[in-house]
């Protein structure tokens, strides 16, 4: 079984900095491409960043130049800085991560439950 753990989210002002992390665990044999989406009430779950296990990464164009992701494979890590926060950023973050796992070999899209950020005064 995985489990996609989140942490990192809480409340910052316009202008502020937050950072993002997310572990992947358990029989992982191999992590393939990991991302992290984001989602509003009453509206669909989007694309902010993607990183592949060899570091290429794809960003949203909202948050191209603000946001960085980057990724411990050791670890089965991926983080998300984001800079210049705007109140448009407001969402929960989910973290998403498509693994392939030991016993049984299947691979699957796994997701965190989700963390909430919240830009504002």
């Known amino acids: 079984q995985i489990q996609i753990v989140e942490s990192g989210g809480g409340l910052v002002q316009p202008g502020g900095s937050l950072r993002l992390s997310c572990a992947a665990q358990g029989n992982i044999f191999v992590n393939y491409d990991m991302a992290w989406y984001r989602q509003v009430p009453g509206k669909r779950r989007d694309l902010v960043a993607l990183i592949t296990k060899e570091h290429t990464t794809t960003y949203a164009d909202s948050v191209e130049g603000r946001f960085t992701i980057s990724r411990d494979n050791g670890k089965q890590s991926i983080y998300l800085t984001m800079t210049r926060l705007e109140p448009e950023d407001t969402a929960i973050y989910f973290c998403?991560?498509?693994?392939?796992?030991?016993?049984?070999?299947?691979?699957?899209?796994?997701w965190g439950r989700g963390t909430q950020v919240t830009v504002a005064s």
């Open positions: 998403y991560a498509r693994i392939t796992t030991v016993e049984p070999i299947v691979t699957n899209d796994d």
